[in-house]
C-alpha cells in the first residue's frame, strides 16, 4: 500500500513562508498528475496548484505569483512553497497524485493533510 506522508504546515505570520512536502512512501515510476489541494473550515476543498507529467501548471487565482508545486523524482516527494502567505490561505493542505509506482503499478491518492494558519 501506497503512503503519502505530509509536513511542513504550521503557524505563520502574515506575510511569511512555509514550505509542504508529500513524500510518498514507495518509489515513482512515472507521476501522471500530482496537485495540492485546501479545504479551509466550512469551505469545499479546493485545488490550489497541479502538475501533469507533460509539465503542464496551473494555479489557483488567488495563489498564482505566490506559490509554486515542484517535485524531487530522486526523493519520491512533491511540494508547496508558500511566500506572502495571508489569513485567507489558512486551511489543511492536501497532496494528490495519480503515479505509477514499481511496485504497485497505478496508484491514486491523497496524503493526510497538514495545518496551515496565517495569522494577521
Known amino acids: 500500500q501506497v503512503q503519502l506522508v505530509e509536513s511542513g504546515g504550521g503557524l505563520v505570520q502574515a506575510g511569511g513562508s512555509l514550505r509542504l512536502s508529500c513524500a510518498a512512501s514507495?518509489?515513482?515510476?512515472?507521476?501522471?498528475?500530482m496537485g495540492w489541494y485546501r479545504q479551509a473550515p466550512g469551505k469545499q476543498r479546493e485545488l490550489v496548484a497541479s502538475?501533469?507529467?507533460?509539465?503542464?501548471?496551473n494555479y489557483a487565482g488567488a495563489v498564482e505569483g505566490r506559490f509554486t508545486i515542484s517535485r524531487d523524482n530522486a526523493k519520491n516527494t512533491l511540494y508547496l512553497q508558500m511566500n506572502s502567505l495571508q489569513p485567507e490561505d489558512t486551511a489543511v493542505y492536501y497532496c494528490?497524485?495519480?503515479?505509477?509506482?514499481?511496485?504497485?503499478?497505478?496508484?491514486?491518492?491523497w496524503g493526510q493533510g497538514t495545518q496551515v494558519t496565517v495569522s494577521s
Open positions: 514507495e518509489r515513482i515510476l512515472r507521476i501522471n498528475t
Open positions: 502538475m501533469t507529467t507533460g509539465g503542464n501548471i
Open positions: 494528490n497524485i495519480d503515479a505509477v509506482f514499481f511496485a504497485f503499478g497505478r496508484y491514486i491518492g
